[in-house]
């Protein structure tokens, strides 16, 4: 099973950082891959939260998701559910360490290709491992303006 694995250091609060990373809402705003983010539940418990939601990328296509939120820790953990297509299966976990002057924020990414898909484990870890780089550095870029902190 791939894994990615990707930091980037944020100069922003860690909260603030963890906030709006994970207000799943914004995630049409803050990725260029979605073009429309859906909460379906939302459970808090203490300092945790269970969320359900859908995502629709640029090209149309939707699937739900569930991600678990640990306000304490600053952990984000997140299941592709229905469909996991083009994977067989994905699961990420997105880390905030507070660091002099902000936050290091490391996403982990494991997943399966299907055997009906035509890429190999390494292009497809090359592929996710691109697109997490392109997305952290717009997050750093957002997030150390003010534009991306209202």
Sequence with gaps: MPRAEQ????????DQVF????????????FKEYRDARVLTKH???????????????TGKTWQSWCV?????????????IPTS???SIH?????????KGVKMTWIQDFEIPPEVTVTDAQALASVLDSMT?????????????????
């Design 134 to 150: 392109a997305a952290q550095q717009r997050l750093k870029q957002l997030l150390e303006s003010q534009a991306g902190c209202r």
């Design 69 to 81: 939120l640990d306000y304490k820790a600053r952990i984000a953990i997140i299941q592709r559910a």
């Design 92 to 100: 990420l976990a997105w880390h905030y360490k507070p660091v002099e």
């Design 86 to 88: 083009p994977f067989r």
């Design 19 to 30: 906030a709006i990373t994970n207000d799943i809402e914004r995630w049409p705003e803050l």
């Design 7 to 14: 930091s980037i250091v944020i100069h922003n609060d860690p």
């Design 44 to 58: 808090h418990s203490g300092w945790f939260a269970r969320l359900d939601f859908e995502l629709t990328d640029t």
